[in-house]
Nanobody, 125 residues
Framework: QVRLVESGGGSVQAGGSLRLSCAASGYTYRHHCMGWLRQVPGKGREAVARIESDGSTIYEDSVKGRFTISRDNGKHAFTLYLQMDSLKPEDTATYYC?????????????????WGQGTLVTVSS
């Protein structure tokens, strides 16, 4: 069974850094689209960053230059990371990692089939 488990959330002051991890296991087939999204209570889910099947990385404008997405090279089990630097209060949210077998052009961000439980990031001013 495919499973994603996030960790690394916490509280930090503005300007600080956090590194989120997402432990992925149980993948029989490689998922071609994976990434990070976030949600603030009362608001819709927002895409943050993704890795496409060719390894290219795509960032939303709000985090470009501050966040870095990466993953290790495991096939059936791997870890997805999100390095977050120069954090701002508006980055406060629950962060989710998610993936799908389909390419990102099909699945991102609204048709991803596998989700983690989320990890809370709080940035104080």
């Amino acid at each position: 069974q495919v499973r994603l488990v996030e960790s690394g959330g916490g509280s930090v002051q503005a300007g600080g850094s956090l590194r989120l991890s997402c432990a992925a296991s149980g993948y029989t087939y490689r998922h071609h689209c994976m990434g990070w999204l976030r949600q603030v209570p009362g608001k819709g889910r927002e895409a943050v960053a993704r890795i496409e099947s060719d390894g290219s990385t795509i960032y939303e404008d709000s985090v470009k230059g501050r966040f870095t997405i990466s993953r290790d090279n495991g096939k059936h089990a791997f870890t997805l990371y999100l390095q977050m630097d120069s954090l701002k209060p508006e980055d406060t949210a629950t962060y989710y990692c998610a993936s799908d077998y389909a390419e990102c052009v099909v699945a991102w961000p609204d048709a991803l089939s596998v989700w983690g439980q989320g990890t809370l990031v709080t940035v104080s001013s």
